[in-house]
């Protein structure tokens, strides 16, 4: 027989199927080693084959087969082709998103462990043998023990005297490492609300591969992604449920285990090695049926997939920011393809493009308007920050929000302090006014660069002059800084004493379990206030919140990026969600200096398809997506001449696809990255809008061919930042 094998090399030159003679057992998807220019190298075996398309002895034979199941499942070699066309990476490097990296370092090993097991033979003992009497009744009882401590119980001579008589033998068992076990089990399902009965009825009834959930926060869409499971689980199929940062998310965790038990596998990348191996061998061997994870989950090594859940499906860490540069959505609509399975995207705050696509009836859209229990979703006040300046209060909180903690600490409740750090100092805004300063082509916020000391605009490259003043009402307070979290811990400890504070943001989530533990001492009520940035808006569900106060809701909306109004009002929803999820109504006081911005109109009113029309038009008309394709070729490297070389080449390239077709280009320039140097390599961009995807291809095309050992050149569609 003859394998075809991917080698483990990241090299275009070597981005080709290799052949080589094997066993006749060998099946696809095995891990094998094999001989490669002088050297035996990792490889996965994609096919097998009773011909060779070589003479066979030219044919050299693998080196070794791993003596386990094959590694990757069968649609594996299908979604490699698919990977590596669509983001033009070679085979390997598609290859590896479906393997734990720990197994291709060949690092981690199963763990055995060494049992005692009663083997039910008669045997006199002699009367003074007290301790191995002891231990054969332990052992009657028990039927099995862990050798290493029955030993300890009863002492190693007492148990080795047993083993010996052939009361007792020892057996070398697989030990699974398992993520969060501990948790509670066997939870049952509740009865579903008419809604989500609806909800799950529409998924059910297939009109749609792809449904989206369009659901106010705590409208109960975690019941409905658990059912559909559920579902899919008795017909024998598998699943997928992708959250954005599982770590953050521990509530969900405990729901799926509780309801699920060992039927579901936990993915993530802050599990030890050992224990992420482990649960990726759970899934491949059947054993688990449910992969629980973020973006990589969706490689989860399963077949027969009936479901693929994407919960807040508006994250942007849904966008892989590394090679390869893919959209979790777009492989999941592969995988859900391949297998025939139902894609479920929900979200309270779609994002702008997936809303688009269900408004005009590519995806399903399935719209959940009510909590469940008809809980009125918190009243949000605005607090307006430029009264307060006038007023003397130079403080970072409003009086609103000081009467309100005040209040929610001496009813016993719990309040998170939300304040967005994200594009802190770089927007340049007036304290008295609130104007900030915007792009005049692009109408996108300016970023603050130091080094020039002027403004610039990501998307067209202008620059402009820095302010001293600010053009509409010549105050003197422009800004370019917001507070940190520890500024407003220590605001807060001077203003409530004895007020027990909990601050979570980077600098103090250590460790694997660092968010957990914080969250958890948070939900027993160990601490009244919780102070933290983007990390705590993502789904919490903590009952005894009743006042959620958003710092400075115009920093995310002054972040220098046409999608900043729509993050905006995302945060803005999300984070308002957490309060008054129980019985107390919740409050929410939002501080900025822009009260009357549309974006903050609507997201107070709960106001979302105001929102996405407004959103759309103002898109439609600056050619902006969903109306159009935001591309970046990147050329780094650290030799100048080398890097302004490919940049050269490139920026050609796409100027020749220009002249043929001039109504797919929007804009078109080559420029520094705003950035011009991270850890020593130079970046170079070219950057342009597009009409469609259309030439996209042709752009990969030129990236690849400018590539090579000194310069990385590669493409990026929509960019999350671009810095
Ligand atoms: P979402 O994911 O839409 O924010 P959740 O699924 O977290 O909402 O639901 C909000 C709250 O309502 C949770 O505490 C959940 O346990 C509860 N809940 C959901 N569905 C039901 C139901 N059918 N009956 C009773 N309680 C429910
Ligand atoms: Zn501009």
New binding site residues.
């Given amino acids: 027989m003859y394998a075809q094998v991917i080698v483990d090399i990241a090299h275009s030159q070597v981005d080709k199927i290799f052949e080589y003679s094997c066993p006749d057992n060998l099946s696809a998807g095995s891990r094998v080693k094999v001989p490669f220019g002088g050297r035996v190298i990792d490889g996965f075996v994609i096919g097998v084959s009773p011909v060779s398309s070589y003479p066979a002895e030219k044919v050299k034979p693998v080196a070794q087969i791993f003596d386990e199941p094959p590694a990757l499942v069968p649609e594996c070699t299908s979604l490699m082709h698919g990977i590596a066309s669509r983001y033009r990476v070679p085979k390997a490097v598609a290859l590896r998103l479906f393997l734990p990296s720990e197994m291709r370092l060949g690092k981690v090993h199963e763990v055995y462990k060494k049992f005692a097991v009663y083997t039910g033979e008669d045997i006199k003992l002699s009367s003074s043998a007290k301790k191995q009497a002891e231990a054969l009744r332990f052992l009657k009882d028990e039927k099995e023990y862990d050798l290493t401590r029955l030993c300890e119980k009863f002492g190693r001579g007492a148990v080795n005297s047993l083993i010996e008589k052939g009361a007792v033998k020892t057996d070398k068992r697989k030990i699974t490492r398992s993520p969060f076990s501990g948790l509670p089990e066997g939870v049952s399902a509740?009865?579903?609300?008419p809604a989500?009965n609806a909800a799950l009825e529409k998924i059910e009834s297939a009109n749609h591969r792809v449904n989206l959930i369009h659901?106010?926060?705590?409208?109960?869409?975690?019941?409905?992604?658990l059912s559909v499971i559920a579902r899919e689980i008795e017909r024998g199929k598998t699943a997928i449920f992708l959250v954005p940062e599982i770590s953050l998310t521990p509530?969900m965790l405990t729901?799926l285990r509780s309801r699920f038990g060992g039927t579901a596998a936990i993915l993530h990348s802050g599990l030890s090695a050992g224990e992420r191996f482990d649960e990726w061998w759970r899934l491949r061997s059947g054993e688990a049926k449910i992969a629980i994870g973020a973006r990589s989950a969706i490689f989860a090594p399963l077949e027969n997939i009936g479901a693929i859940i994407i919960?807040e499906e508006h994250d942007s860490s849904y966008l892989s920011e590394s090679a390869p540069r893919y959209s979790t959505l777009e492989i999941a609509k592969m995988r859900a393809e391949y297998n025939g399975a139902k894609l479920v995207l929900?979200s309270?705050t779609p994002s702008v493009e997936t809303y688009a696509k269900a408004v005009d009836g590519e995806y399903g859209l399935i719209t959940?308007t009510e909590?469940?229990?008809k809980k009125p979703l918190p009243e949000i006040i605005i607090a307006d920050m430029r009264k307060e300046v006038k007023r003397g209060n130079n403080t970072a909180f409003s009086k609103a929000l000081r009467d309100e903690l005040d209040e929610t600490l001496k009813s016993g409740s719990q309040a998170i302090i939300f304040l967005n750090r994200r594009g802190y100092s770089r927007t340049v805004m007036c304290r008295d006014c609130g104007y900030v300063a915007k792009c005049e082509n692009c109408d996108v916020t300016l970023t603050y660069h130091s080094e020039e000391n002027c403004l610039k605009c990501h998307y067209c490259g202008a620059k402009y002059r820095m302010l001293t003043a600010c053009p509409e009402c010549g105050g003197r307070h422009v800004l370019y800084s917001g507070t940190g979290t520890q500024k407003v811990v220590a605001d807060l400890k001077s203003l409530f004493p004895t007020a027990r504070i909990l601050r979570m943001d980077n600098d103090t989530v250590t460790g694997k379990d660092g968010h957990y533990n914080i969250l958890k001492k948070f939900a027993s009520k160990q601490a009244d206030i919780l102070v933290g940035t983007q990390m705590i808006a993502k789904?919490h569900?903590f009952?005894a919140v009743t006042l959620v106060g958003i710092m400075d809701a115009d920093m995310s909306l002054h972040f220098s990026d046409y999608r900043s109004g729509e993050r905006t009002f995302q945060l803005i929803t999300q984070v308002s969600?957490r309060s008054g999820?129980?019985d107390d109504k919740g409050k929410v006081v939002l501080q900025t200096c822009s009260p009357e911005n549309y974006i903050l109109r609507f997201a107070t009113n709960y106001d979302y398809s105001g929102f996405f029309k407004n959103e759309t038009a103002l898109r439609k008309a600056t050619g902006f997506p969903p109306y159009s394709l935001i591309c970046r070729v990147m050329v780094t490297s650290d030799n100048s001449e080398n890097a302004l070389e490919a940049l050269k080449g490139v920026y050609f390239a796409i100027e020749e696809l220009r002249a043929k077709f001039p109504e797919e280009f929007i804009f078109l320039n080559k420029m520094h990255s705003p950035i011009k140097k991270i850890q020593g390599k130079l970046r170079y961009q070219v950057l342009m809008r597009l009409s469609s995807d259309r030439l996209l291809e042709r752009i990969y095309d030129a990236a690849v061919k400018y590539s090579s050992d000194s310069v990385l050149v590669y493409v990026e569609e929509n960019p999350v930042n671009l810095s």
């Avoid at 509740?190 to 609300?193: A, D, G, H, Q, R």
């Avoid at 659901?215 to 992604?225: D, L, M, R, W």
């Fill in positions: 509740k009865v579903l609300t989500q659901g106010v926060t705590g409208s109960g869409k975690t019941e409905i992604y509530q729901q919960d929900g309270a959940l909590r469940i229990n789904g569900d009952p969600g999820r129980a």
